[in-house]
């Protein structure tokens, strides 16, 4: 029996999708439960160089024998999951959505349209905010995914209990991945820059609230940083501790070519950021992880792009993943240095033992790199 959360630690992009997916690979999971809403998109780049962007299923979809779940606290937009259904070819046996979670609907993509969020707050205008004002209110306008049921016919088959499949399945002794979504530093609560927020909580708690299982169950939780965060281009989406140019990054990383990156869901422009320790502390304190999975590691020195052990990682990476475990005394165990999914590696490195090692990396051809907006 285990039951997995993979957490963001900043402010989302974090490369939570790429995790989760590797996770269920690796572990063999039975079940992912993807929470939250259509407003952020969990990505990952395969091996053939193509970007796997989903907004509503969980990204262990990629392993055929995992049972994929929407829970109770999560938005669904009905279009975009049919849409996923579809485009990833995924038979909705496998699929399961809880008779309790809410749709979205269309006056609520307007009703954030007419009340200015994107100007206001980079809001990504899916609906979410205003579902979630909505259900709150507890009006008759609501409607759940079993009321949806009664008309839609795809959507009747997958109607369940997360709660009681998942509480279920962890007493047969199976193992739960929760996939959480966007990052602690979006936290409605948690966050210092509120109202510069997203409009539920994020942290590994909020998530298993969603999802209707006791935090007695947890067996790891995992949070994703990423060495330089970001957030949403202009000040409307808050503050950005040190914030930088993405020129600053390929200066000083020597990368081989421009590199910019780009919102999954709205393709706006990212800013970036030098990490944050005050931030990452704050994250460890709230969501008590077991291990730490550090992306964009290539960020940090380019020569390292492409690294698939750590022993092909240069000084400077390896230095900054050694002093991140040990500053936030958690183990780095999962490192990418790549947006690839088969360039996720383990660290397998307690803190502290750390040696010193070569200062040169395998890159391997640059021609052949494929920038994408996730890493």
């Not at 959507?155 to 929760?178: P, Y």
Request: net charge neutral.
């Amino acid at each position: 029996m285990s039951l997995w959360v993979v957490v963001g630690g900043q402010y989302g992009s974090e490369g939570k999708g790429k995790t989760a997916a590797y996770i269920t690979q690796q572990e063999d999971i039975d079940i992912c439960v993807r929470c939250g809403g259509p407003n952020s998109g969990h990505s990952f780049v395969a091996s053939d160089g193509t970007t796997h962007v989903v907004r509503q299923l969980p990204t262990g979809y990629l392993r055929p024998e995992t049972r994929l779940l929407i829970p109770a606290g999560a938005l669904v937009d009905l279009y975009v999951l049919k849409r996923e259904l579809n485009y990833l070819a995924i038979d909705a046996s496998r699929v399961g959505v809880d008779e309790n979670a809410m749709i979205v609907e269309g006056y609520d993509r307007k009703r954030e349209l007419q009340l200015g969020l994107r100007q206001q707050l980079s809001s990504t205008l899916c609906g979410v905010g205003s579902a979630v004002a909505r259900r709150a209110l507890r009006g008759s306008d609501v409607r759940l995914a079993r009321d949806a049921a009664t008309r839609c016919t795809w959507l009747r088959r997958m109607i369940t209990s997360v709660s009681e499949e998942t509480n279920e399945a962890i007493d047969q002794g199976k193992k739960v991945l929760v996939e959480g979504t966007q990052g602690f530093g979006l936290s409605l609560y948690h966050t210092q820059e509120y109202p510069k927020a997203t409009s539920r909580d994020t942290t590994a708690a909020a998530f298993l609230s969603e999802v209707g299982l006791s935090p007695r169950l947890v067996t790891e939780i995992v949070l994703v940083l990423r060495t330089f965060p970001i957030r949403v281009a202009g000040s409307q989406a808050g503050r950005l501790f040190q914030e930088i140019t993405w020129e600053d990054v390929r200066r000083e990383s020597e990368y081989a070519w421009e590199i910019e990156e780009r919102t999954s869901v709205t393709n706006l422009p990212r800013r970036i950021a030098r990490f944050d320790w005050q931030l990452a502390t704050r994250a460890v304190q709230a969501n008590r992880p077991t291990r730490i999975a550090l992306t964009g590691l290539d960020y940090v020195d380019f020569r390292c792009y492409g690294a698939t052990h750590a022993s092909k990682l240069s000084q400077r990476a390896y230095d900054f993943a050694n002093e991140l475990q040990m500053r936030l005394a958690t183990a780095v165990v999962y490192c990418s240095a790549s947006p690839r999914l088969d360039h996720v590696f383990r660290f397998d490195s307690p803190a502290g033992s750390l040696t010193k090692h070569q200062d040169s990396c395998d890159v391997g051809s640059c021609e052949s790199a494929v920038l994408v907006p996730c890493h």
